[in-house]
């Protein structure tokens, strides 16, 4: 097991950071290059604990992956066809190789069983299971808050209309894999527009899902099948959200200048770059031309001292991962940071509402817990602390640079959680402080 020290550092931040592959992006591409026709071939591909679960699980459904250098993935998509596996498919830590899959799976005309490690064990797929059992799949979890194993018995689908619950990105992607099985029109009702990388990402594999709003201004999906789905040379961009630790380290040190190249900045993945706007750092995203479906830019942030804000309603699905390094933003802050309407964070890696709370606590924060959110009273120095990880990647990476501002030593407890998102992480910290 890892541990992670860090010491306060009083020194603006000075660096031109080159970023993993975006991790949604990552699993999206090894999926839809699977489903199609033809060799694609994934560069710049995320090699992480996450994302290669993805890969080995679909080498399990009969998919041929080849790995001929690091980030680089040449699939042989076999148009729609996948084998039975032998056994169970681990998903690991990975709550979005478990539920896009569950969509994969539900049309396919054999039964699997998805398991994954003790935090996916304890991840809600009753949104995933309800909507798929709509359009006639059987699916089976354990106990009353439905968690894996989850068993899918897939078949002929057929094609429902449906409202999500929640601002879900995996939940409407697995629903959008299954529907490119199914003749007719699947529609998806999303309450707040969340991540759209698999709508986008079909283009680049020529297929499509058309989104619209409708009169009360509610975004609408919609996705014709069957689809015939053919390769591409796919390029996966720069991870905003692994930007974003460092984003916020540098705009809470005032003189830091830090610059982020090929970075993902998909509207839907940019809320960071608004909300440490509206806390007072100077950042700003240079567009690049590309023909991609994911727009990439450089993103320039330049350090002062951050005040306050409030992240609420529409704009949480938009920053859904980072919350708990802007929590951190918040502690660094000037006055009240307040995040809600993120009861979400209760259902991720693990409870990043309590998680935070706590860790911020040990630090010597002020922080009041909320059903759906966190209170942050700012600006007091912050205290090195002995902090759990709670086996959360994005807990551990937010708490360490939380460390490089708080006084006298901090450590993270158990890091190699880390691994599932930001294997270079520890390495990009030392360049990053040095
Ligand atoms: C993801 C969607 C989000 C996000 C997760 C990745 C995706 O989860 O938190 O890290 O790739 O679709 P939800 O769909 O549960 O909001």
Redesign the pocket.
């Known amino acids: 097991m890892n541990h992670l020290h860090l010491h306060h550092t009083s020194a603006p931040f000075h660096a031109q950071l080159r970023l993993p592959g975006d991790?949604?992006i990552s699993?999206r591409a090894a999926i839809l290059a699977a489903i199609a026709e033809g060799t694609s071939t994934i560069s710049g591909f995320l090699e992480s604990e996450d994302c290669l679960a993805t890969i080995a699980v679909l080498q399990k459904l009969g998919i041929t992956i080849e790995h001929p250098e690091h980030g680089v993935f040449v699939i042989l998509g076999r148009g729609g066809f996948f084998s039975e596996p032998s056994g169970t498919l681990d998903c690991k830590n990975s709550?979005?190789t478990m539920r896009l899959l569950a969509g994969l799976l539900a049309a396919q005309p054999f039964s699997t069983t998805l398991i994954g490690d003790d935090s996916l064990s304890n991840r809600p797929m009753r949104r995933v299971m309800e909507p798929l059992s709509a359009m006639g799949a059987m699916l089976h979890a354990t106990g009353i808050k439905a968690n894996p194993p989850l068993t899918i018995q897939g078949g002929r689908l057929h094609p429902i209309d449906y409202k999500l619950p929640m601002?879900?990105?995996?939940?409407k992607?697995a629903i959008i894999l299954a529907s490119l099985f199914i003749p007719g029109t699947t529609t998806i009702m999303e309450p707040t527009a969340?991540?759209d990388h698999t709508e986008r990402m079909l283009t680049s594999f020529q297929g499509s899902c058309f989104s619209l709003l409708d009169q009360e201004e509610r975004h609408i999906l919609s996705v014709t099948g069957p689809q015939k789905l053919r390769a591409c040379s796919f390029q996966v961009p720069g991870d905003i959200s692994s930007a974003a630790f460092w984003m916020v380290a540098a705009a809470a040190r005032r003189g830091s200048h830090v610059c982020f190249d090929n970075v993902g900045v998909n509207p839907t993945r940019t809320g960071i770059v608004e909300v440490l706007k509206r806390m007072g750092a100077d950042i700003s995203i240079q567009p690049h031309p590309t023909t991609q479906a994911e727009p990439l830019g450089t993103i320039t942030v330049i350090g002062t001292t951050l005040q306050g804000t409030i992240i609420q309603g529409e704009e949480i699905a938009n920053v859904?991962?980072e919350l708990p390094i802007l929590a951190v933003a918040g502690a660094l802050a000037h006055g009240t940071t307040i995040i809600k309407d993120a009861q979400?964070l209760r259902v991720?890696e693990t409870d990043r509402i309590s998680a935070m709370v706590t860790n911020l606590r040990a630090m010597g924060a002020t922080v009041a817990e909320r059903d759906d959110g966190l209170e942050i009273q700012g600006g007091a120095p912050l205290n090195g602390a002995t902090l759990p990880s709670y086996g959360d990647h994005r807990i551990a990476m937010a708490c360490a640079i939380a460390g490089l501002f708080a006084y006298g030593e901090t450590m993270i407890e158990n890091t190699s959680c880390i691994k599932t998102s930001y294997p270079d992480f520890e390495e990009m910290l030392s360049s990053f402080t040095s």
Request: charged letters at 30%.
């Open positions: 991790k949604s699993h709550g979005t601002s879900s990105a995996q939940v992607s969340c991540r859904i991962d979400e991720k």
